[in-house]
C-alpha cells in the first residue's frame, strides 16, 4: 500500500501546494513568520516504521498546538480522567482557538476542551513535576519516547518569541486563575513558560509520523512494541482530535477527510489512520481557522483516494 502512496505523492503534493497561496504564515508569534510560506511536505508511516515521504518533509517546525494531545496523555496518565475532567470539558467550543469569551459566559468556567489555548493551559497545570524545568523534562521525555528519538529539542528562539507576545495567553491563564480552574498554589507565569516551551518543541514530519502511528495503533508503538500510553487514554485523545483538533473547521475536516487530525498554526498537522498509518504534514500557511490550507488539501486529497474517511 505504501508503494500505491508513495508513486502518488509528488502530483497529490506539487497540486496542493498551490493552495498555499490561500493562506497566511501565522505572525502572532513573530518568529513563526519566517517559515517558508510555499513549504508543504508530509511522511506516512506505516506499523512497521517504513515511510513515504515528499516535498519538504525535512523541514523544522515547533509543534505548537499538536503538543496538546500528548500534554493530555500525560495528565491523564499523572491524575486519570476524573482530574483531568474536574479542569477541562469535553465539548468543541465553537469560538477561535485562543478565545476567552465562553469562560465568564459559561458556568463554571472551565475550558470548554483540552485542546483550545484556555484548555490546554488548564492541562500544562496537571502535569507532574516539583518545578517547572522537572515538568519540562518529564513531557520532552515523553514526546520523545513517542517519537521514538532522544533528538527532539525545544526551539528556545520560539518560546521565548511566543513569551515576549502571548498577551492573550496571560489573560487566558489569569482569568482561569480566577475562575480557580488554576488552583492557589500555582505560579501563571512559571506555568505559561512550560506551555511555551511544550508548544516551541521542534519536529519534523517522520518523527511527527512517528507520534502519530503510536496513537493510530492505541498506545503501543508497533515499531518497538512498548506500550506508552493506555489504550483508553488514547481513545479519549482520538475522540478529541476529531471533534476539535482542526478547531473551528473540525466538522467540515470530519465531512471532507474524516480521520484524527491535529493541527499547529506553525502548519503542522499530525493526522492519524487507525491501525494502518502515522502521518506528519507541514506547510505553514494557515487558513482563516488556523489550519495549513495546503495541508487540509492534501489529505483530504489522500483519504478520498484510500477511503480512510471513520464514517
Ligand atoms: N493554534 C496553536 O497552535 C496555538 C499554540 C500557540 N502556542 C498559542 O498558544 O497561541
Redesign the pocket.
Same mark, same amino acid.
Do not use: P
Given at each position: 500500500m505504501l508503494d500505491q502512496i508513495r508513486a502518488q505523492l509528488p502530483g497529490w503534493v506539487n497540486e496542493s501546494r498551490a493552495l498555499a497561496v490561500h493562506g497566511r504564515v501565522a505572525a502572532y508569534?513573530p518568529e513563526l513568520a519566517k517559515a517558508p510560506a510555499d513549504a508543504l511536505g508530509i511522511t506516512l508511516m506505516g506499523r512497521g516504521g517504513e515511510t513515504a515521504s515528499e516535498g519538504s518533509h525535512d523541514l523544522k517546525f515547533t509543534m505548537?498546538?499538536i503538543s496538546k494531545v500528548f500534554t493530555l496523555l500525560l495528565a491523564l496518565m499523572d491524575h486519570g480522567e476524573e482530574g483531568v475532567f474536574a479542569k477541562v470539558g469535553m465539548e468543541p467550543s465553537g469560538d477561535d482557538? @485562543?478565545s476567552m469569551l465562553k469562560l465568564e459566559l459559561v458556568e463554571p468556567g472551565i475550558p470548554f476542551n483540552p485542546l483550545i489555548?484556555a484548555g490546554a493551559i488548564a492541562v500544562t497545570s496537571l502535569i507532574k513535576g516539583e518545578t517547572p524545568a522537572r515538568k519540562i523534562e518529564r513531557i520532552l521525555r515523553f514526546f520523545r519516547d513517542a517519537a521514538g528519538t532522544n533528538e527532539l529539542r525545544i526551539n528556545e528562539a520560539v518560546s521565548r518569541s511566543?513569551a515576549a507576545t502571548a498577551h492573550r @495567553?496571560r489573560s487566558l491563564a489569569y482569568f482561569l486563575k480566577d475562575n480557580e480552574v488554576l488552583g492557589g498554589e500555582i505560579d501563571v507565569e512559571e506555568l505559561l513558560q512550560v506551555y511555551f516551551d511544550h508548544?516551541s518543541v521542534e519536529i519534523d514530519c517522520t518523527q511527527l509520523a512517528r507520534m502519530a502511528l503510536v496513537l493510530a495503533f492505541g498506545g503501543i508503538d508497533p515499531v518497538t512494541g512498548r506500550e506508552l500510553v493506555p489504550r483508553r487514554y488514547v481513545r479519549i485523545a482520538k475522540s478529541f482530535m476529531v471533534t476539535c483538533g482542526m478547531y473551528n473547521a473540525s466538522g467540515e475536516f470530519a465531512i471532507r477527510t474524516g480521520i484524527p487530525a491535529k493541527s499547529?498554526?506553525s502548519g503542522g498537522i499530525m493526522a492519524i489512520v487507525p491501525g494502518q498509518y502515522g502521518i506528519g504534514v507541514v506547510g505553514p500557511a494557515l487558513g482563516r481557522q488556523?489550519n495549513s490550507t495546503a495541508g487540509v488539501h492534501l489529505l483530504e486529497r489522500m483519504s478520498t483516494a484510500f477511503d480512510w474517511s471513520l464514517f
Open positions: 508569534i505548537q498546538s482557538f @485562543n489555548n511566543e @495567553n508548544c499547529g498554526v488556523g
